[in-house]
């Protein structure tokens, strides 16, 4: 999953981890400490556990280590609770069994280190800490040992019961690395596992490991240097009790850690003030941050134990996999490729195979001559009052309408982008492609690493905007939450615009530049007023590879699922609000209002309909376009007019929803009352333009 | 008043002592009660013997550097941190050993040659390892005018040259998290592979992209400086 690290990424406010506040997780610190200790079983259980006697393993790593795949390797199945797409992001929960016994193992999110950075990484570090575990599988990437162990020591170093796991094994031996994993564990004092978690070579001998038990920590020792270790030794009685010894959790405090300060204050103001004031003392004494020198030792340690472990042969990669590799990161051949990947992935298979062959099939064949009919006839005959009847079935049913738009037209177009992007994202292109874009996004206030949502609003803006959550700060956030609700069209829009203007090349031309316009002067604009500076742009390029069909299909499904799951109502709730809208008269009252606008920009007033559709589902207003097109009552200019109004025009109900979710509800009114008459400014610019220019498209 | 060989060193500590406050501290002059030398206030015949030397003028008790003792201050706080950055860089040793063997050391730099050729090593530093400017030397105002230097942020290297990561230095620290978090530390070997449209450059077994204000943070000891 060369994405992960990108998207790492964990819901704060609900749904996952083990409690968003310090206080909560204060409250269970008391009643769970060191339990993984005392709690150790020997592994002779027998057959039947009880269910409270489960033993409990926790997954740790940095992202991008092979651990999800691990975790199904391990519990055998894809059980994936509260996860959204773009990520491995918050716990994956499920169980295993070996030998007769059954343990419970939870996933966390990719962290670098105990020292959290990103609040991401809390969430992982939180459940450490409150040591609701009898185990911990610290799973590296093997080629990428040497700097992922300091991590290892980090976990010994807190007292926790590790087994080290070199996964992607076949990855280190393919760069020439071998690494002498008897040594090392007897160096460690732990046991060291190799394994593929994608083949599944080794996970037996590690599911041997995990039932033998007899796991324990061992409070390996690094040493800091004088001062350091001096600042730790006064500072550990202060701490307050979790599952880490109280020398790591100090060496957490001397790193200003937010959860530790958080509950050092809560200790009482007395203990406070002697922590702070040794925290300080040491700041002042050291030029440089904690961190600095906490992980310069770590490191040196690290080294020091894979002497003579980790040797390396020269090996040459394969010299078709370096060119391409090259290629895609020159600008002068990485845009044209860039054209070719969205040309055929994008316009040719989603638009083409997924607009067209499927949704013909399934909208034109399947719904409209057979499902539509057989439910409206059944409605009427089972329900009497017309106005029930509209609810379910008919013109505006949530049936007629909500199912079908939802399974018949957007599920293949979402389906079939979503497929691609999985293929793009497994084989490493997507980071190629950020290091790319970095400077042209850094006009406009986003970095490289945006690429992820922005890419992902070509398929579904809310599900993008969902993603903006693993953008690095609030800034960045905003910025491409209002790119994505403003220039951004969706798949499923992309789809009805694509076959629109299908004969008319001057209008798909016209439509992209504007938009691309508006997409550069609007962010650039952003960016300037938002305070607050360019976000750093940092990334793993992962070796190109070529997709593996089970990942590809992993990560499609599991966003399809979440596509059903989150957008399935929104569409069904949808067309209840249109239900009611018409049946009220607020719908013709809209109408007459969103008429005034629409005739202002030199649009018929059939087109209103679709303006307001769109703001339930933009591609329902498109479609509405569609139907008017068909009759004949769109001229090139107009249709060209229609297409960007409507692709900058509000995003879809949901969009708004997961904005005021994601972004609260004053940035999401915000950036809605800016983009509603700038939609339609925009438009009427390039009708007068035209007109002027006596341009006939 | 007798100068015995200690004294030197506790003459050179005053001095230093003396740049921090006046030069660095903006001060213009100092109380001689607040010279502390590792918790021990300095012997008056200490001041003495910098006055007679003409390094310093006192003003009642107040302590101002001549512009001899200005200059001369300046070389010894150069020795000092030209010597830490020498066991930060070279030796590689950890922050109290350093602060230790430079203090040590510097004394063995008075003779101006070992002193330039160490500065040329190093690459003409500008900072100490604790980040604060080490003064010019008369070699530095050479090596100006010469391209290449030995030590260079990221961004000065050239495509396809590589290196040795000699240190991380950034006022930023939330950057400084996030290389240390991505591996790249002191001692790393590195090659940069690409300078446009972003650095692309491998340490270890990893390969990164990052754009040029991360870059400028990552100082490298180039391998094979051009000689051009």
Known sequence: MPFDGLARCGDRRHRHGPGGKVSKLMGVLGSRKHRHRGGCHTGDDGGSVPESSHRRILMVGNPNVGKSALFNRLTGSYVVVSNYPGTTVALSRGRMRHGGQEFSVVDTPGMYSLFSITEEERVGRRMLMEGDHDLVLHVVDAKNLNRMLPFTLQLLQAGL????????????????LAIDVETLSRRL?????????????????????????????????????????????????????TAFTKRSTALLALQEDRDVLGMISAKGSETAQRAFSIINALKKDLDRPVNYYLTLNRQRRADQLLEGVMTRREVTTGDLRRTLDRFLINPLTGVPILALVLYFGFYKFVGGFGAGTVVDFLEGHLFEDYFIPFVNGWTERLIPWPALQDLIAMDYGVVTLGVRYAVAIVMPIVGTFFLVFSVVED????????????????????????????????????????????????RERIIATVLLALAIPCSAQLGVIFA????????????????????????????????????????????????????????????????????LPLFLLASVLIWAGNLTGLFQAALWALGFPTRAIGLPDEAAQAFLFGFFRRDYGVAGLYDIQTTGALTGNQLAVATITLTLFLPCVAQFLVMMKERGWRVALTVSTFVFPLAFAVGGMVNYLLNLLRIEL | MQVNGHSYEIRDEVLEELWVRLEEGGLESVPAGEIILEGTRVNEGVFESLREDGLISLDGSDIRLTDKGFEEARKTIRRHRLSERMFADIFDVVQEEMEDAACRFEHMLIKHELEEKICVLLGHPKQCPHGRSIPIGECCLRAETMVDQAVVPMNRLRQGESGVIAYVHSGDSEKLKKLMAMGILPGEPVALERRYPSFVFNVGFSRYAIDEGMAEAIFIRRQHPDKR
């Open chain 1, 161 to 176: 019961p590790v087994i080290l796991v070199l996964n992607i094994m076949d990855e280190a031996e393919e760069a020439g």
């Open chain 1, 427 to 474: 084989s490493g292109y997507l980071p190629r492609l950020s290091l790319l874009i970095d400077k042209l996004f850094k006009r406009i206030g986003l970095s490289g690493r945006a690429v992820i949502p922005m890419t992902l609003g070509f398929g579904c803006g809310t599900m993008a905007t969902m993603v903006t959550r693993t953008l690095e700060s609030v």
């Open chain 1, 500 to 567: 629109l203007a299908a004969q008319k090349p001057g209008v798909i031309v016209t439509w992209i530049g504007t938009v691309f316009i508006i997409f550069l002067a609007v962010g650039y604009l952003t960016a300037r007023i938002l305070p607050g500076g360019n976000p750093d742009f940092f990334i793993e390029i992962p070796p190109l590879r070529p997709p593996r069909l089970a990942n590809v299909w992993i990560k499609t499904s599991t966003r399809m699922r979440w596509y059903f799951m989150e957008i």
């Open chain 1, 189 to 241: 004092g732990i046991p060291v596992v190799p394994t593929v978690s994608i083949s599944g070579k080794g996970i037996h001998p590690l599911k041997d490991i995990i039932a033998a038990g007899g796991w324990g920590g061992n409070g390996f020792h690094v040493d800091y240097g004088l001062t350091i270790e001096r600042a730790a030794r006064e500072l550990a009685p202060l701490m307050p009790e």
